[in-house]
């Protein structure tokens, strides 16, 4: 943390600037360099407590953070890569399905055509949050026994979005992984909930949201117990197709996490969606989330986006090559 003191500031109010923050924070080291105060404290997560009351002193001008200070999780390094119920160390992870589950004739036969094709995780959205409230919402529960047919049959993991607190638990007795939307990327009390459900977490970027917001969400997930948390690039398909491929390697390097592309909400068009999908996984992406079914034309959502069985059967093929170089 770094305290900067306004120009005219004499050196009374920095004293006592300094001596706040001993008392604020014990056991920091203070180091003072002019105008600036640094302290460096083993335990930057009380650092945001101490900031309002340090920022409000007769004299300061502004308080700043570094990235490993204002989210810790930016700063663990190493590699947190898993291998259940995804395996990140055998090469990327495909997660593929329609965006949502429609019916059980339609989303079975998907699911045993993408087993076939190369995924390693059905997508299982039984719940979507849409802009809309006249729009499709999702089959909801009786979507449940559908999704655990599909698992039973192809042996694949589910991926199921949670939008209420109140889903978790249930989803949790069927769904290997908890995928946490965009749109629910700050939503905190969510956040908790998924991280105590005991399964693994995939928590999507918000658009607009920078990797700092990101990572403190995350953070939200490893402070309440989540042990295996996937982090998911959605991108940005508002006013043309957008991915950050600089910050899916930045936020792999700094988190070791594994961190995947959702090309499909990125790009909003399904050939777009293609040469995104491989673009990410050049960029070092660990997988992809991908909309895929057997009849993407008949699709009730974002059937625009979605690919064919075939088109993912190229990219999954073109990604085990890649693992294999």
């Known amino acids: 943390m770094i305290i900067i003191f306004e120009k005219n500031s004499g050196r009374a109010r920095r004293d006592e600037a300094a001596s706040a923050a001993e008392k604020l924070l014990p056991g920091a080291a203070l180091r003072r360099r002019g105008q600036r105060l640094e302290l460096r404290t083993r335990h930057p997560e009380k650092l945001a407590d101490a900031a309002p009351a ?76 849409r802009s809309s409230p006249y729009a499709f919402q999702g089959i909801g529960w009786p979507g449940l026994r559908i999704i655990a047919k599909a698992k039973k049959l192809t042996a694949l993991p589910l991926v199921t979005e949670a939008t209420d607190t109140r889903q978790v638990a249930r989803l949790a007795e069927v769904c290997d992984v908890l995928q946490i939307g965009a749109r629910n990327m700050r939503n905190y009390e969510l956040l908790k909930e998924a991280a105590g459900s005991g399964r693994a977490v995939l928590l999507k970027r918000a658009m607009h949201a920078t990797l700092r917001e990101w990572l403190l969400s995350a953070e939200y997930l490893l402070s309440r117990g989540a042990r295996k948390i996937i982090l998911c690039e959605r991108g940005d398909s508002a006013g043309g197709p957008v991915m950050d491929m600089g910050l899916i390697r930045k936020a792999r390097k700094i988190t070791g996490l594994p961190v995947i592309a959702d090309p499909s909400h990125a790009s909003g068009n399904r050939r777009l969606a293609a040469e995104l999908a491989s673009r990410a996984l050049r960029a070092g992406a660990d997988g992809l989330m991908m909309e895929a079914s057997p009849d993407p034309l008949s699709a009730k959502v974002d059937g625009r986006q979605t690919v064919s069985v075939e088109t993912f059967r190229t990219i999954a093929a073109a990604a085990c090559a890649r693992n294999r170089r």
């Open 54 to 129: 340090l920022e409000n002193l007769p004299g300061v001008e502004k308080v700043s953070f570094s990235e490993c200070e204002l989210s810790p999780l930016a700063c663990a390094g190493g590699d947190r890569r898993f291998s259940s119920p995804l395996d990140f160390k055998r090469g990327p992870a495909l997660i593929a399905g329609p965006c949502a589950v429609e019916d059980e004739a339609s989303y079975l036969r998907a699911a045993a055509e993408l087993r076939e094709a190369g995924a390693h995780a059905l997508r299982a959205a039984i719940f979507k949050p």
